[in-house]
């Protein structure tokens, strides 16, 4: 009923930048909260920042002053700047909404399906 797609991920160079994107489509009535996590390689999903629909935003300290969270709450959209990428910023990328669906009464998580970001030293 609701999807949530990312896009923008790929390869750069240390100290380069990528702009991640990521839409909610489907069934969604409103949305709260929505944020980026990351998760490398035999590590665990950490979060990255996140944007209440009030415009609030909360990062993590690995990632501020580099990264910009912002959404265009028209469009469900939640977008993530990065900015000085490092080679320790390499993980897969995933886009986390908190939303209740049309004529739902619950309030839910929901997950893209990520998008691989490589660093190269």
């Known amino acids: 009923q609701v999807q949530l797609v990312e896009s923008g991920g790929g390869l750069v160079q240390a100290g380069g930048s990528l702009r991640l994107s990521c839409a909610a489509s489907?069934?969604?009535?409103?949305?709260?909260?929505m944020g980026w996590y990351r998760q490398a390689p035999g590590k665990q999903r950490e979060l990255v920042a996140t944007i209440t629909s009030g415009g609030s935003t909360n990062y993590a300290d690995s990632v501020k002053g580099r990264f910009t969270i912002s959404r265009d709450n028209a469009k469900n959209t939640v977008y993530l700047q990065m900015n000085s990428l490092k080679p320790e910023d390499t993980a897969v990328y995933y886009c986390?909404?908190?939303?209740?669906?049309?004529?739902?009464?619950?309030?839910?998580?929901?997950w893209g399906q990520g998008t691989q970001v490589t660093v190269s030293s």
């Open positions: 986390n909404a908190d939303l209740r669906i049309v004529g739902g009464l619950r309030w839910s998580d929901y």
């Open positions: 489907g069934r969604i009535g409103s949305i709260n909260a």
